[in-house]
């Protein structure tokens, strides 16, 4: 009788046991992730180029909460343990974009489409991204398109990249590695705008030379008729 009361407890504490780890796992904060914006020094002076970052599209798959991972069969998931994003990832590219932007131009005029009242943009970038993502076995890839506007809305360039980081696999080295692929977009992107400022300031600062005109023909005094003294005696 007394082996068959214990054999009885054992699923009971195994039960028990059971339910308080239930009640530790569901305890447990969702783990929360968000871009590192990277070293970005600003400006102490006012001034610089004036620039216009957007409008910044992002694919419609990243609109989302939770933090995608790309699997082996290159087929896209949410990350098994519930990783999401802390906010809009949308929001934090265009942080992270502006912040090194400022820093590699060195200014701190720089705007988010739609502009302010006022703000006056030397150059706008529109930038589209079409995927950002990685997963355990796959290094993170951002594939972005981007065009240049002068002051007068003119195109002044465009391209599309491919970007590819490596990684250690866990999600917080899949953003870290996400994080550097758009800081190196921003360097590409102030190195495409550079050229743009100099023909802008070159116009600005060339002299236009002044038209030469035709040297003026001497006037030719007004012919007087000539006065004598002699008088004339007919006979």
Not at 80 to 96: C, H, I, N, T, Y
Not at 104 to 120: C, N
Not at 167 to 180: K, L, M, N, P
Request: proline letters at 6%; one cysteine or more; a neutral charge.
């Amino acid at each position: 009788m007394k082996v068959m009361n214990n054999v009885l407890r054992f699923p009971l504490v195994l039960l028990l046991a059971s339910t308080a780890l239930v009640g530790c796992v569901a305890q447990q904060p969702l783990p929360l992730y968000r871009l590192d914006n990277g070293v970005a020094e600003m400006p102490e002076q006012e001034g610089g180029v004036a620039v216009l970052l957007g409008p910044v599209s992002v694919a419609d798959y990243l609109q989302r909460d939770a933090l995608l991972q790309r699997l082996p069969d290159g087929s896209i998931a949410a990350d098994p343990q519930q990783a999401r994003w802390a906010g809009s990832l949308k929001e934090d590219v265009d942080q992270l974009l502006m912040r090194q932007l400022a820093t590699q131009l060195k200014t701190q005029k720089i705007e988010s489409a739609p502009a302010s009242e006022g703000f006056v943009a030397d150059v706008q970038i529109e930038l589209a991204i079409t995927r950002l993502d990685s997963g355990p076995q796959h290094p993170a890839v951002l594939e972005a398109q981007w065009r240049l506007l002068d002051e007068h809305g003119k195109r002044q360039g465009s391209r599309l990249v491919r970007l590819q980081e490596a990684h250690q696999g866990s999600i917080t080295d899949q953003v870290q590695a996400q994080s550097r692929l758009l800081q190196r977009l921003s360097v590409m992107l102030a190195e495409a705008i550079e050229p743009v400022l100099v023909a802008r300031n070159a116009a600005k600062t060339t002299v236009k030379a002044p038209k030469r005109s035709e040297p003026e023909a001497p006037r030719l005094k007004a012919l007087e008729p000539l006065r004598t003294d002699m008088e004339v005696f007919r006979f």
